[in-house]
């Protein structure tokens, strides 16, 4: 596809379980990150990956979270024993080394209860 | 404090008004991102600049280094331009990632 794509759009789950969110970026895009908005709050860091380097992950809240992007594409931030307060919009971004500017995907809404 | 911080928190304009969104911050920077957020919630880039001045369409975008103060600048404003404005600013030395985001400006323009 021509932007960035996440999925799922919506996820419920239940205050414990683990869940998985999947970003597809850009093609030829060597930077994804990972934000997070939480409701009436403003945009969160949450971690970032450049090509074959380590990735920053200073944002990541808690040991709960963690993410991977496998051959250099796909990215998937998981959250381990989700608590309420991870109830949020989960936003992937991703930008071409060239020009830096960064397309953002539409987000999936986390909503745990 | 914190350190991006933006202003007004809310402003609302007749169409055709000018307009000037206000973002101060109180670290170094490598670059600033001023991001548009439609009331669906969807986020683009508008412009990233680390120095001077970037115009597209309506939009100017200003940068002051050494007062370490930006300006989105909106002319001739139509009610599509309602959104939620947001700075954001990369730290000097830090991730092209890392992002420190301003609580963003809400923007209602009247037809």
């Known amino acids: 596809g021509a932007g960035v794509s996440q999925s799922p759009s919506n996820k419920v789950t239940e205050k414990g379980k683990d869940v998985e969110l999947r970003c597809d970026p850009i093609?030829?895009?060597?930077?994804l990150y990972w934000y997070r908005q939480s409701l009436g709050q403003g945009l969160e860091f949450l971690i970032y990956?450049?090509?074959?380097?380590?990735?920053?992950k200073s944002g990541l809240p808690s040991d709960r979270f963690s993410a991977e992007r496998t051959g250099g594409s796909v990215s998937t931030l998981t959250i381990q024993r989700t608590q309420q307060e991870d109830s949020a919009v989960y936003l992937c971004?991703?930008?071409?080394?060239?020009?830096?500017?960064?397309?953002f995907g539409a987000g999936t809404r986390l909503s745990v209860l | 404090k914190n350190e991006v911080e933006q202003s007004p928190q809310n402003l609302t304009a007749q169409e055709g008004e000018f307009i000037t969104i206000n973002c101060s911050y109180s670290?170094?920077?490598?670059?600033l991102h001023w991001l548009q957020q439609h009331p669906g919630g969807g986020i683009v880039s508008l412009f990233m600049?680390?120095?001077g001045k970037k115009k597209h369409g309506r939009l100017i975008a200003t940068i002051n280094i050494q007062e370490k103060h930006s300006s989105l600048h909106i002319t001739a404003s139509h009610p599509r331009d309602s959104a939620v404005y947001i700075c954001?600013?990369?730290?000097?030395?830090?991730?092209?990632?890392?992002?420190?985001f301003g609580k963003g400006t809400k923007l209602s323009v009247k037809p």
């Open positions: 093609s030829g895009h060597t930077a």
């Open positions: 990956f450049q090509g074959n380097s380590a990735p920053d």
């Open positions: 971004a991703s930008s071409s080394p060239v020009r830096g500017i960064q397309y």
């Open positions: 670290v170094g920077i490598s670059a």
């Open positions: 954001a600013v990369g730290h000097y030395g830090g991730s092209q990632g890392n992002l420190i």
């Open positions: 600049l680390s120095s």
